[in-house]
């Protein structure tokens, strides 16, 4: 990359290439791991500038905000011991090895939006060598993604008149009602949660905010200056937007109606900060479907247990327990609910450790926990929201299938997807996520409905004793 950014470095690109490298994994070294960054607390480091001065000397900070545009006088820097290690990097690194880093770093960044030779070698060493694909995916496809990260609302916009009718919007609204109902019926009758507990658990889950497909209101674009000339500059222009948009939320109220997500995308999430699931559009589409083909069994397992039961049991999680209903961090459990709830995970620390990927290795139970947990708590729930349907009652078989079975098969459908071992592989070690086949056999296996759909009998694949499966939600 740097050879191509700079032909006349000639064989020099080597040894600068190394001097990015060697700090790039000084500063690896110094970062939390992935299981460390699950405590909010430990994570939370609020300091003043003159506090970053002290920890972090060396560095104008005063005099790098200013040029990002940056009025505050606090900061949570998270790690202070990696922004100790950074200060120390700036006294030990000469100047020319931290250019060639900052020069590296842009390059990279912009290398998908630069001519052919830098598109190729950034997607030869991310897509190629570290995710193992074969092929790059067509251009119109890429410059989709990137009017996606620029300008997600303007084509949300066009996405949702097209898949996302105020009928559809309903039928989800209602669910996720349902859901959470279902949820509230779950805390209520917890055996190893305290009744002082529980009574918080729904001021929290009351106060809940959901969103639903997309936003109220829209982002507004039209300050960003986009031209037909220059793809790169565009992208530039676009980051800088963004960048302004968000100075400019500093020291003003916490707008709650915000998405962090745009409605096209295949994803959805729950922000402690904020108390409220966010659900956008696309996660609600089977491509192919329309909505009104779509049983509510497959509805039910597809987004119902996967995504909203799951999203929601986010905020009552060892990670979400530490911040109360209206968003600050703030522990509202009891240390003998922390005890009895932990005596559970830890059985799915252990299960989700005995996996084996790729024939010699497992995922990370630790850090994997919250998404484990979640994903338990959705089947489980979900299932039970799905039995107070009509289509449950009724029971009829729809393409040989129980709607039990097809609520199951309805879950694992939202999973269907195919990872390289080369990105299941890099998955293992970065993702707090486990592999997708265990976010289906794993949460199922602790399922009693489960067992019960499919006759699954002792010695079969996935089978565990009653008195191992595990219970949390
Ligand atoms: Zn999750």
């Known amino acids: 990359m740097l050879a191509l950014a700079f032909p006349e470095l000639d064989k020099t690109a080597t ?16 970062s939390r791991k992935l299981e460390a960054l699950r405590d909010p607390q430990k994570n939370y480091n609020k300091v003043n500038v003159a506090q970053l001065s002290t920890i972090a000397p060396g560095i104008d900070w005063q005099a790098h905000f200013a040029s990002m545009h940056i009025t505050t006088d606090s900061l949570n820097i998270g790690q202070p011991e990696f922004v100790k290690a950074f200060a120390s990097a ?23 939006f630069l001519s052919n030779d830098f598109d190729q070698e950034n997607f030869n060493f991310y897509a190629k060598l570290i995710n193992g694909v074969k092929e790059q995916r067509p251009r119109w496809k890429r410059v989709l993604d990137a009017q996606e990260g620029a300008l997600g609302d303007a084509l949300g916009q066009l996405y949702v008149k097209e898949y996302f009718s105020d009928k559809v919007r309903q039928r989800y609204v209602d669910l996720t009602e349902k859901i959470v109902e279902t949820y509230r019926e779950h805390i209520k009758n917890l055996d ?4 002082s507990t529980k009574a918080k658990a729904m001021v929290k889950l009351n106060t809940i905010i959901k969103k639903v497909g997309y936003p109220d209101k829209w982002k ?25 948009e968000n100075i400019n939320k500093l020291g003003k109220p916490v707008d709650r109606t915000e998405w962090d997500m745009t409605p096209q995308t295949y994803n959805a999430y729950y922000n402690p900060s904020n108390n409220e699931i966010v659900l956008p559009a696309a996660m609600f589409t089977a491509p192919g479907y329309n909505d009104d083909e779509l049983d509510d069994a497959l509805v039910y397992g597809y987004v119902g247990a996967s995504t909203i039961g799951h999203e929601l049991t986010h905020g009552f999680d060892d990670q979400g ?7 600050n961090l703030n522990n509202w ?36 926990l919250g998404e484990n947990i979640a994903d338990l708590g959705g089947v489980v729930i979900g299932f039970d929201a799905f039995t107070k349907t009509k289509q449950y ?17 309805g879950y694992a459908y939202g999973w269907m ?33 489960w067992y019960k759909a499919f006759n699954v009998l002792k010695g079969q694949t996935n089978y565990r004793d009653s008195i191992d499966r595990v219970r949390i939600w």
């Open 192 to 195: 190893w949660m305290s009744d």
């Open 417 to 449: 997807q195919v990872r390289t071992n080369e990105k299941l592989a890099s998955q293992l070690l970065t993702d707090v996520h486990a592999p997708i086949f265990l976010r289906v056999n794993g949460p199922m296996s602790n399922c009693d409905a």
């Open 220 to 244: 507004d674009y039209s300050k960003m200056n986009i031209s037909r000339t220059n793809y790169a500059q565009n992208i530039l222009n676009a980051n800088e937007w963004a960048h302004t």
């Open 90 to 112: 700036i006294q030990t690194t000469s100047i020319e090895d931290w250019k060639v880093y900052l020069q590296w770093h842009l390059i990279s960044n912009m290398a998908p």
């Open 15 to 30: 040894t600068k290439a190394k001097a990015v490298i060697a700090l790039e994994t000084f500063l690896a070294k110094n």
């Open 333 to 368: 459990w009891s240390a003998d609910d922390e005890k009895k709830f932990m005596e559970r995970a830890n059985k799915l620390v252990a299960q989700f450790n005995a996996y084996t990927v790729l024939g010699n290795k497992h995922p990370n139970g630790q850090a994997s």
């Open 393 to 409: 009652k009724e029971n009829k078989m729809i393409g040989g299938l129980t709607p039990a079975q097809r609520f199951f098969l």
């Open 321 to 327: 327990r530490q911040f109360d209903e209206k968003g």
